[in-house]
């Protein structure tokens, strides 16, 4: 079965300064890979996607991901963070074969100091 | 221009009574889901359905009903409410199924609260 580990719960990071978000997935085949963001009170927010192709992959607001399938990694990462940027995020695994189901993992606080 | 709305977004009601939620999405999309994101923040699916056919169900107490009248909606109705019930309730749709379809639109979440 999948599963997804985000290991950090809350992570503080100073504006202005690098992000990096660790996410670890379980699953035999290729994943397919999510990184969505939730802020207080909101639904999800779809920020990247990996399917297949370049491992890199950039999305909205700055973010950028890197999979790496030695590691069953998937980490997201900014260059300078904004304090808009605090919120919670969350990780998230879909297989073929499993339909339409997404696995999230238990999601990572980032807190923003000014 | 809300493009998965839910309604109530706030619900507290007492245990034993039935409430319903509903969802509408104004993207088109085919698929629709239902989350439950617990008070650790820890989100699961619950179910989806493809065009008003239900595709998922994910060992929900059948106390859990969901419904959907079109493609547009999908409302969910729950009897005899529980306190393991409390939580945030999210709706979501996608273009289709698959994998490659993965709900990338949420509504803002229905917050119940069972006394």
């Known amino acids: 079965a999948q599963s997804v580990t985000q290991p950090d719960i809350h992570i503080t990071v100073s504006e202005g300064a690098s992000l990096e978000l660790r996410c670890n997935y379980s699953?035999?085949?290729?994943?397919?890979l999510f990184w969505y963001v939730q802020s207080p009170g909101q639904g999800l927010q779809l920020l990247l996607k990996y399917f297949s192709g370049d491992t890199l992959v950039q999305g909205i607001k700055g973010f950028e991901a890197e999979f790496k399938r030695s590691q069953s990694s998937f980490n997201l990462r900014k260059p300078s963070v904004h304090w808009s940027d605090a919120a919670e995020y969350f990780c998230?695994?879909?297989?073929?074969?499993?339909?339409?189901?997404?696995?999230f993992g238990a999601g990572t606080i980032l807190r923003v100091k000014s | 221009d809300t493009a998965v709305s839910q309604t109530p977004k706030y619900l507290v009601t007492q245990m034993g009574n039935d409430k319903s939620i509903k969802c509408e999405q104004n993207l088109g999309h085919d698929t629709m889901y239902w989350y439950k994101q617990d008070s650790k923040k820890f989100l699961k699916i619950m179910f989806s359905?493809?065009?008003?056919?239900?595709?998922i169900n994910e060992t929900v107490p059948n106390r859990f009903s969901p419904k959907s009248p079109d493609k547009a909606h999908l409302n969910l109705h729950i009897n005899s409410l529980e306190l393991g019930d409390s939580a945030v309730y999210f709706c979501?749709?996608?273009?289709?199924?698959?994998?490659?379809?993965?709900?990338?639109?949420f509504g803002d979440g229905t917050r119940l609260s069972i006394l």
């Open positions: 979501a749709s996608s273009p289709g199924t698959g994998a490659r379809n993965q709900p990338q639109h």
């Open positions: 699953y035999g085949a290729t994943p397919y």
């Open positions: 359905y493809n065009n008003k056919e239900l595709i």
């Open positions: 998230a695994v879909g297989a073929q074969g499993y339909g339409n189901k997404l696995v």
